[in-house]
């Protein structure tokens, strides 16, 4: 059936729906007051619509929480990003004694089971003294999305036609004139699939705030969400409007992003 007909589209309704049904459940769950639940039970069509569930989560401290998540994604994402992008240009530009088996070291970290990590991660951050920090969060994420950003990105510099090097040579541009001017913008969908990509693995992250965090204030959005959902075990629509609230942001920084993803991924795709 061809993609374009819209009987291809009619029959992926039932696929569609089977698809989002649960977020439909998580969001009808959360906009039924508490009462409604207990009285009509959990899957009952909600006979009224309320924000307390909402309310309820921001005052048990998601509200902190999500800031907390907010300012580690973007500081761990600019940061990553700038080192990736330093760190590939070099390794595809220059000649760099055993820079393919620099690639392959920084590359094989993401390939360790994390659970290994976790103690001599937690004792390296006690050690420098930033344990119980969101800098050792940020510190933790950018040394482990390093490696896998520089593979990704040192690739897509390989890919881009040596005259535009030779050309930038003649106009009498250096290194960082010629990374910061050429290569960069060249590199604009492969970096807007991976902000896209790390905004969304480090928003959800939660094995390593648990390793390097203790103090329930300095919690990200995903570590406060044990809390409540410990703390409100019963109430099903404070749980629920906190997963919603724990996934907006990285929803909308997925679709504000979605062009430059896709073209990201197709780029790589032709290379």
Request: hydrophobic content about 55%.
């Amino acid at each position: 059936m061809n993609k374009t007909s819209p009987w291809f589209h009619v029959g992926m309704i039932p696929f569609t729906l089977l698809y989002i049904s649960p977020l439909i459940f998580v969001v009808g769950v959360s906009l039924r007051p508490f009462d409604d639940i207990t009285m009509r039970g959990l899957a009952a069509l909600p006979a009224a619509l309320s924000f307390e569930g909402f309310r309820t989560a921001f005052d048990a401290g998601t509200r902190g929480a999500l800031l907390n998540s907010a300012l580690v994604t973007v500081v761990t994402v600019i940061f990553t990003l700038l080192l990736a992008s330093m760190a590939a240009f070099a390794l595809s530009r220059f000649r760099i004694p055993f820079r393919r088996s620099i690639l392959l070291i920084m590359l094989a970290g993401n390939l360790l089971p994390p659970q290994i990590l976790l103690i001599p991660v937690a004792k390296i951050a006690e050690g420098i003294g930033i344990y119980d920090s969101l800098l050792a969060l940020i510190v933790v994420q950018i040394g482990f999305g390093l490696g896998f950003y520089t593979f990704v990105l040192h690739g897509f510099m390989r890919g881009i036609p040596r005259e535009v090097f030779e050309a930038a040579v003649v106009d009498g541009a250096g290194a960082v004139r010629t990374y910061g001017q050429i290569v960069l913008p060249l590199c604009r969908p492969a970096l807007a699939a991976l902000g896209a990509l790390a905004t969304t693995w480090v928003f959800n992250d939660l094995i390593w705030a648990m390793t390097v965090l203790r103090t329930e204030t300095k919690f990200p959005i995903t570590a406060a969400l044990l809390n409540l959902q410990g703390s409100f075990v019963s109430k099903w629509n404070v749980v629920a409007a906190g997963s919603i609230l724990a996934a907006i942001p990285p929803a909308v920084v997925f679709f504000l992003f979605q062009k430059h993803f896709v073209s990201g991924l197709l780029v790589g795709a032709n290379k």
